[in-house]
């Protein structure tokens, strides 16, 4: 009876590796910044617009958004001309929090810090306001098949409910070319899988890239990340 046991046990333990294999490896791709980043492709490139606020105002406004790579560390990071809301800011991926945080300094250099999650294709992140207590929301979110980028800015007051939309800027993607044949097929960025947007050579080979960011990180490892890039599309991804 202890043999047949035993012997149950270890079928038991063999059945669940596998299991326990997939769940380390989902796992380590959730912990994975570029990633965890990648939803946030379509925020690659260069953006116009304007920004409009509760108060009546009206301004133009201007984005330029792309990828850092510096070892481990992953970023994206953004510059905004004019700066009407924030100069520029950064967004990453905390794997220990299982959250984003976006980093934004407005035109006088203070530095404000929002965490929060992606929800239904849209960025929420929040911050409270250590002076009034305020909450503040911020919802990045693209539409029009990613030819339009909108932030929205939004806040709560300490001990209500309900936000108040306080501002938001709305942009198109610079260089959009409406009436594409559907289906052309369009360069694809060797570092992250996005849109290709500039070309670098390796070995006498062409291959794109969607930001300078990275084109820096093709440039210096090339051989690694065209292999890299090779083995995932093998596999199809």
Same mark, same amino acid.
């Given at each position: 009876?202890r043999q047949?046991?035993?012997?149950?046990?270890?079928? %038991?333990?063999?059945?669940?590796?596998?299991?326990?294999?997939?769940?380390k490896? +989902?796992?380590?791709?959730a912990? =994975?910044?570029?990633?965890?980043?990648?939803?946030f492709?379509? $925020?690659?490139?260069?953006?116009?617009? *304007?920004? %409009?606020?509760?108060?009546?105002? $009206?301004?133009?406004?201007?984005? %330029?958004?792309?990828w850092? $790579?510096?070892?481990?560390?992953v970023?994206?990071?953004v510059?905004? =001309?004019?700066?009407?809301?924030f100069?520029?800011?950064?967004?990453?991926f905390?794997p220990d929090?299982?959250?984003?945080?976006?980093t934004?300094? =407005?035109?006088d250099?203070? +530095?404000?810090?929002y965490?929060?999650?992606?929800?239904?294709n849209?960025?929420?992140?929040?911050?409270t306001?250590?002076?009034? #207590?305020?909450?503040?929301?911020?919802?990045?979110n693209?539409?029009g #098949?990613?030819?339009?980028?909108?932030y929205?800015f939004?806040? +709560?007051p300490e001990?209500?409910?309900m /936000?108040? *939309?306080?501002?938001?800027?709305?942009?198109t993607?610079e260089?959009?070319?409406f009436?594409?044949?559907?289906? %052309?097929k369009?360069?694809e960025?060797?570092?992250?899988?996005?849109l290709?947007t500039? *070309?670098?050579? /390796?070995?006498? *080979?062409?291959y794109?890239?969607?930001? &300078?960011?990275?084109r =820096?990180a $093709?440039?210096? &490892?090339?051989?690694?990340?065209?292999?890299? /890039?090779?083995?995932? +599309?093998?596999?199809g991804?």
């Amino acid at each position: 009876m202890r043999q047949w046991i035993a012997a149950a046990l270890l079928l %038991s333990m063999c059945a669940l590796l596998p299991l326990a294999e997939a769940g380390k490896k +989902k796992k380590a791709e959730a912990e =994975d910044p570029k990633e965890a980043l990648t939803p946030f492709q379509e $925020f690659i490139g260069g953006w116009k617009g *304007q920004a %409009s606020t509760k108060k009546g105002g $009206f301004f133009k406004e201007g984005s %330029s958004w792309g990828w850092r $790579f510096k070892g481990k560390d992953v970023a994206l990071t953004v510059e905004n =001309d004019n700066g009407t809301l924030f100069k520029k800011g950064e967004l990453r991926f905390l794997p220990d929090k299982e959250k984003y945080q976006l980093t934004l300094i =407005d035109k006088d250099g203070h +530095k404000n810090v929002y965490e929060g999650e992606l929800k239904k294709n849209i960025l929420v992140v929040e911050r409270t306001d250590p002076d009034s #207590g305020d909450t503040e929301q911020i919802k990045l979110n693209t539409a029009g #098949g990613g030819d339009r980028l909108v932030y929205t800015f939004l806040t +709560k007051p300490e001990g209500r409910t309900m /936000y108040n *939309q306080m501002a938001q800027i709305a942009m198109t993607k610079e260089g959009v070319t409406f009436g594409v044949e559907a289906g %052309s097929k369009k360069p694809e960025c060797v570092v992250t899988g996005g849109l290709g947007t500039m *070309q670098v050579s /390796y070995m006498g *080979q062409t291959y794109y890239v969607c930001c &300078s960011g990275c084109r =820096d990180a $093709f440039n210096e &490892s090339p051989a690694k990340i065209i292999a890299e /890039y090779k083995a995932k +599309k093998k596999k199809g991804g």
